[in-house]
């Protein structure tokens, strides 16, 4: 008995055409994210966040707003990455994962977009 | 479904702790997902002026808001830290049965200092006496 699906047979491309695609950019976006991260925060938390002209100012600043714009780019598509395994792992019915698929695909890329539209705000 | 085996038999497993630190590295990165939409939402906040920036600060500093910021804490620093240690096994390394739990249990103590510690200037940056 063969483990390989019939449609695999057929399109003869290995494991999923794609190879290691998303488990490498996963993996970029991981790596990426530990200094957007840790650069951030630090950043953010030196701080007073209840003043709200010492936020503007902060990141109407062009390094703070550029680690923002990475931050909020790299945290979207590693997201989009990792929300997509689970819904493909734990959702089985056919039309309820492409639905929930396409819906995470929406949500991260309205997301990335009010978050790099409001830095641009900020500091432009 | 397919006829054909599936893997994996999660039943045939003995439990072991380390499952619960695989499944945990799920759960946090799905609640740090919203913690990442509640992040650009305060960043809009802050783009639409004084006024809504106050409303966001008021709904962040409200019971609601302060179990949120713990719970997003939480689960961003645990993912972070547990993605670090899944780093080192893609280079090959700790994937030993003993190298693996020790550094699990380093995950899980490093996680619950690091989230006590950005909390903490988290409380100082917002102005608030403490988290509770």
């Not at chain 2, 939409?37 to 305060?42: H, I, M, N, Q």
């Not at chain 2, 006024?51 to 019971?63: D, K, N, V």
């Not at chain 2, 780093?87 to 003993?98: F, I, K, P």
Request: hydrophobic share 55%; aromatic share 10%; with cysteine.
């Amino acid at each position: 008995m063969s483990l390989r699906t019939p449609l695999g047979k057929v399109l003869g491309r290995g494991a999923a055409g794609e190879g290691v695609g998303h488990w490498w950019v996963q993996r970029l976006t991981a790596v990426a994210l530990i200094p957007l991260t840790v650069s951030f925060a630090i950043s953010l938390l030196g701080h007073s966040l209840q003043s709200y002209e010492e936020m503007r100012a902060w990141l109407s600043q062009p390094w703070p707003a550029l680690i923002a714009i990475l931050l909020i780019l790299t945290l979207a598509w590693h997201s989009k990455l990792g929300v997509q395994v689970v819904i493909e792992d734990y959702v089985h019915d056919k039309g309820a994962k492409t639905l929930l698929l396409i819906s995470s695909i929406f949500v991260h890329v309205a997301a990335a977009a009010v978050g790099v539209f409001a830095i641009l705000v900020l500091a432009l | 479904m397919a006829s054909r085996p599936l893997s994996p038999h999660l039943g045939v497993y003995k439990f072991m702790y380390t499952m619960s630190l695989s499944i945990l590295h799920r759960i946090t990165g799905c609640v740090a997902t919203v913690g990442f939409l509640a992040f650009v939402w305060w960043l809009m906040a802050l783009a639409s002026g004084r006024e809504q920036y106050a409303t966001a600060m008021r709904l962040l500093s409200g019971p609601v808001g302060k179990l949120l910021l713990v719970g997003f804490t939480f689960s961003f620093v645990y993912h972070f830290c547990n993605g670090i240690r899944h780093l080192l096994w893609d280079t090959g390394r700790g994937l030993e049965r003993a190298q693996a739990r020790r550094s699990g249990a380093i995950v899980v103590v490093a996680s619950v200092l690091l989230t006590a510690l950005v909390l903490w200037f988290a409380c100082s940056a917002m102005g608030m006496e403490s988290i509770v």
